[in-house]
């Protein structure tokens, strides 16, 4: 069961690691001079941590092992690793750049002597080690323990409100870096994904018996490289410090046009405004939220018609930025649900991004009733407006 972990990076970590230590080994039943040993361990690996590996973590838990708890200690850090390994535990001579940042002199032969089991794994990826320490508690023991010991540390962290702060704002840096790598990996896959559909449709087309299938293919396989571009620019402008939104937008209004026109209709789009430059996120907010009002405006307003127009316009005046997307198309039939309030995927995304800019959504239909008009907007301020 695990009962804390710890991010070791600099030496303010270390001291709290020695407070956590001293802490759990108490509530596991250790003698003090036992304790002491313990966390003199516990200190030696922390220090190595941030040494010798650049940074890591360390995890604490209480482990049943032969009908008793051990108390596992492991330590990981993604550093260069330790050269001649066996060497060090046969207690060799200190690690390189050692006598420049001494630590307590243990070295990881001296951890293997007080620990009861020692495991050491490192390569050229980084090392983990595990340290186990057998205790005098039953396996029966081990809720009552844990609890004990969660209310000891939640004691700790309260009479240091600003380690506790500290703490928690490294959590909410580590969640974001790891939503970070999450979403790139899920723009890898997408950006795969669309590559292997394409394949397939390039395929299939070349197999096709007959022109109309062949015809069918090529229009489906052109679609799907359109959205593969503007997936490919989003992710480009969302990378950047800032971007222009303008030409942007320019490109989302064609990759959509191509998309969905078709001999039996023709997709008009204009787009025009403003040029203005916002930060990165903003400027792919923007256009992922138009992108999708675009898409709306094509698979539902011009149901029948040959032709369609659609206007894009970014406007800017008196504090404020606005981005309008409007067609003529047939417009909302009295009594319709208003569009902003639908549960879809699309319109969630739109008032979530409106949101998070602090921003609002105005909708209306045209005159007489023709069209739907869409409008974003956003003081200034808060969206983030760059000078280019």
Known sequence: MRLTTLKIEADEDIVRLRMV?????????FAKFAETRIVTALLELGRNIVQHGGGGRMTLSLE??????????EAIDQGPGIPDLDARLGGAAPLPGAARTPGLGLGLR?????????????GA????????????????????????????????????????????NRDLLDALEERDLLMAEVHHRTKNNL????????????????????????????????ITAIHDQLQRAAAADSAA???????????????????????????????LHLTGSAVTDLALAA????????????????????????????GMLTLTVADDGCGLAPGMERPERSESLGWRMIRTMVQKHAGFIRTANGEEGGGLSVELGFGEAQLGLVDP
């Open 125 to 168: 990826e980084g090392t983990r080690i595990r340290a186990g320490f057998d205790t005098r508690l039953s396996v029966a023991d081990t809720a009552q323990t844990a609890a004990a010991i969660g209310d000891a540390l939640a004691a700790l962290r309260r009479a240091d409100p600003a380690a506790m702060l500290a703490q928690q």
């Open 110 to 122: 001296g951890v293997q002597r007080i620990a009861d089991r020692l495991d050491v794994e490192s």
């Open 291 to 318: 992108g999708e009002l675009l898409t709306n405006a094509c698979k539902h307003a011009f149901t029948g018609r040959a032709h369609g127009r659609l206007e894009v316009r970014l406007r800017r005046a008196d």
């Open 245 to 275: 939104l303008l030409p942007l937008l320019r490109d989302v209004a064609e990759q959509t046009r191509q998309a969905f026109s078709t001999p039996d209709q023709e997709i008009e789009i204009v787009v025009e405004g403003d040029a």
């Open 64 to 73: 049943p092992r032969a009908g008793a708890l051990e108390l596992a200690v």
């Open 195 to 226: 590559a292997l559909v394409t394949g397939l449709m390039r395929l299939s087309r070349s197999a096709a018996a007959t022109e109309e299938t062949k015809k069918v293919l090529r229009d489906l396989e052109l679609r799907v490289k359109a």
């Open 21 to 29: 230590g001293q802490e759990v080994a108490r509530r596991c039943g």
